[in-house]
């Protein structure tokens, strides 16, 4: 994780990208937001990137490879385990049971997406904040 390091969505639906990027526009955010449409898709730039993101918000229910199906990659691998990278859920999704099967793995937080743009906005913003004054192992001196 990087303070300065970019934020990155992944969720399917252009209607909730576009709402989600407009939302963290009125932020102010100086993070770079990086989209991608499916976990494999995300997944091939974790590997790849000498980034080291803020944060991960992630849909479960995406194609090709599902959020949860990512989180689990992400956890096998030594390399994107050492960057640990707070990794959310933002779905619309409320089901308790997959709320269990999420918090069965290593996340840190499950949230439901909002119906207004100004609560979810809220939301981003308490998110975001708490992982920029949380102490992170790789922001240590």
Not at 27 to 36: E, I, K, P, S, Y
Not at 39 to 51: F, I, K, M, N, V
Not at 72 to 92: E, G, M, R, V
Not at 119 to 133: A, M, P, S, V
Request: net charge negative; with cysteine.
């Amino acid at each position: 994780m990087s303070l300065k390091g970019p934020i990155i969505v992944i969720d399917d639906d252009p209607d909730d990208r576009e709402m989600i990027e407009a939302m963290l526009q009125e932020l102010a955010l100086v993070n770079q937001v990086r989209f991608f449409g499916n976990g494999q898709r995300a997944l091939d730039y974790l590997l790849t990137t000498l980034e080291s993101p803020l944060l991960i918000l992630c849909d479960i229910n995406v194609p090709i490879m599902n959020g949860l199906e990512l989180r689990d990659q992400i956890d096998a691998d030594p390399y994107l385990k050492n960057k640990s990278i707070p990794f959310i859920f933002l779905t619309t999704s409320d089901s308790p049971t997959l709320v269990r099967q999420a918090y069965n793995g290593t996340i840190q937080g499950y949230f439901q997406k909002c119906n207004s743009f100004q609560e979810g906005k809220d939301h981003l913003q308490l998110i975001i904040g708490y992982w920029k004054l949380c102490l992170h192992p790789n922001n240590l001196k």
